[in-house]
């Protein structure tokens, strides 16, 4: 569906360098569309990037029915531009504003924008190798309201930043506290969902983390604190002899679009791999015995990420002599290829921005 596009009249210079940013820099335009009960979403735009105005209010400022998303847009070698999965993250988008009580979207006709606004801030689009386009998604209840209920009106956006690595220490392995005290995300609760409030929740945790010198947080479960869940903003696998181990996806661990990309590549791989809750008292005796070599983190931002030494309950272990293990350093390579190779799309992940 056509819509109306107001350009910039103040274009911004382009970063020389976002290698080590995340968030640094927004480029020249944003879509937006609202939503009115009744009426369903109308008034699709892009507009300049810039400030929003809301009522204070509004549900997604007092009750928080905010959920976002994320992936990236590559500048492949053959200059071509392809958006990686976008349709699985537009899924995973009504998977979340359904948790909430916030209206789809049409994953077409939003697919659609997607590819339209960066086609429109395509010079954004970094090509050193390890950076890319962050295409960030977000919904938010808009009416202003004080009793506790949905709200019966929304604003959806779509925003773009070139980036580079997540972490400062990029594709090295990290240093990870496990969490004992605080939990991401309840059974029951909204983990499930990449709901703002997620986030928010996981601050104080990371934060005591990185003020002893760790990188992020390995979260456990809720109930027993005793299962793997997520580490940082990551989901986690783990490696012993030829099987490789992720804990199932539940209503309190969110379904990782990298997760299901590196799972498919370890099957095709023939490696055994098994979804299946992993003992954090497991962990701590595998990686003493040396039978797991090798912990990472999958995620859209980091991709994929070592972890080089766990800390639990005061000791402290380092994981295959804080190196990239082989099952790590091969998925991350293949799933930089699958991003950045042309003519490498063997399973129709890919959309082409031209
Ligand atoms: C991811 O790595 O997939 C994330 O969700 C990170 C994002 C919150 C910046």
Request: glycine share 10%.
């Amino acid at each position: 569906m056509p819509f109306p596009i107001t350009t910039s009249l103040n274009p911004k210079p382009i970063p020389e360098d976002v290698g080590n940013t995340f968030g640094a820099y927004f480029t020249d335009h944003m879509f937006l569309m609202d939503y009115k009960q009744g009426l369903g979403w109308y008034n699709h735009r892009i507009v300049p990037f810039g400030p929003l105005s809301l009522h204070p209010s509004c549900a997604a400022i007092q009750y928080g029915q905010s959920i976002f998303d994320g992936f990236k847009a590559y500048r492949c070698d053959d200059d071509v531009i392809r958006l990686f999965r976008p349709l699985d993250h537009i899924e995973r988008i009504n998977k979340s504003t359904a948790r909430l009580c916030m209206p789809a979207v049409d994953p077409q006709s939003v697919l659609a924008a997607m590819v339209q606004l960066v086609d429109l801030d395509r010079r954004w689009v970094p090509r050193q190798k390890g950076t890319a386009l962050y295409v960030r998604e977000t919904m938010i209840g808009t009416e202003g309201l004080m009793g506790v209920r949905p709200a019966s009106e929304y604003t959806f956006m779509i925003f773009l930043s070139p980036v580079g690595s997540y972490y400062a220490e990029g594709a090295n392995p990290v240093s990870i506290l496990v969490s004992d005290k605080h939990v991401r995300a309840a059974r029951g609760g909204i983990g499930a969902a990449k709901a703002a409030a997620n986030y928010g929740a996981s601050l104080l945790a990371s934060e005591e983390a990185k003020s002893m010198g760790y990188t992020q947080v390995l979260w456990l479960d809720s109930t027993e604190r005793r299962f793997l869940e997520e580490v940082g903003t990551m989901n986690v696998m783990l490696r012993i002899g030829n099987e490789i181990i992720t804990p199932p996806l539940s209503d309190s661990i969110l379904a990782g679009v990298t997760r299901m990309t590196a799972l498919a590549l370890l099957r095709e791989w023939g490696l055994q791999v098994s979804e299946r809750p992993i003992d954090i008292n497991d962990v701590m005796t595998g990686i003493g015995n040396g039978t797991i070599e090798e912990i990472w983190g999958v995620g859209t931002a980091a991709v994929v990420s070592p972890i080089g030494q766990l800390t639990y309950r005061g000791q402290t272990l380092e994981v295959g002599a804080r190196r990239i293990g082989k099952v790590t350093a091969r998925l991350h390579a293949a799933i930089t290829s699958l991003h950045t190779q042309p003519g490498k799309d063997p399973y129709g992940w890919r959309v082409d921005v031209i």
